[in-house]
């Protein structure tokens, strides 16, 4: 789909690709062979399904950076071409060559799977007049309170939300933190691969209705 010369795409579970002046993966896992190279790659945490070597080393190429929590630098083997690594932390902005990153907290609060303590984030990008957030693997959490406001006139803002319960927020959640930060469209993800069915978001896409909150499920490429 493209929003304001901004396109994005699912690439299932919480894979995306985002392509505007550059080629940007979050979370490539389980990616079908022959997609273009990533200027950047943004990593939410080292589980498996989030931070998969064998995903990243076939979009890579030289000079590709690659932006991850501080865990993930141990699964890292060396790649065949030089790249570039960086370490984010919750709350800290990246300006990558005019692309704005920020890390947002990703927890679980009533579960132990993704532990606060761990550091573990999700992302605002912004970029031309679309700011997109990838909540990464959490619960419906405070901070997602400072969300609120992205979303103008002339600026939309997508809010791509896990679904699948379990390890993260359920349908009937992630509707809750659609409520709380007021996306112009909400995209359901984490789901149709490890935990959660389609099912759950065509749930997710009848709540959001039902409160009338924008939403759409987006086929995986």
Not at 106 to 122: L, M, Q, R, S, T
Not at 178 to 188: F, T
Request: glycine share 6%.
């Amino acid at each position: 789909m493209q929003i304001n010369g901004v396109e994005l795409d699912w690439l299932g579970h919480a894979g995306f690709l985002i392509r505007n002046s550059k080629t940007i993966y979050i979370d490539p896992y389980n990616i079908k062979e022959g997609l273009e190279k990533a200027d950047i790659i943004l990593i939410s945490h080292s589980h498996y399904d989030h931070c998969s070597v064998a995903d990243m080393n076939k979009i890579v190429k030289e000079g590709t950076q690659i932006i991850l929590t501080a865990d993930c630098q141990s699964k890292i083997n060396k790649f065949d071409v030089p790249i570039e690594m960086k370490i984010i932390e919750p709350g800290q902005e990246l300006d990558l060559h005019g692309l704005k990153v920020t890390a947002i907290p990703a927890y679980n609060i009533d579960k132990h799977f993704h532990p606060k303590e761990e550091g573990w984030v999700g992302f605002v990008i912004k970029m031309n007049d679309v700011v997109i957030y990838h909540a990464g693997d959490t619960d419906l959490i405070e901070e997602m309170q400072k969300l609120t406001g992205h979303s103008s006139s002339n600026r939309r803002f997508i809010a791509l939300l896990p679904i699948g319960g379990r390890f993260t927020m359920t349908s009937e959640e992630a509707v809750e933190a659609a409520k709380l930060i007021k996306p112009d469209l909400a995209i359901p993800m984490h789901y149709g691969t490890i935990i959660g069915a389609k099912k759950d978001a065509e749930d997710f896409v009848q709540l959001c209705k039902d409160e009338k909150i924008p939403s759409k499920i987006l086929e995986k490429l």
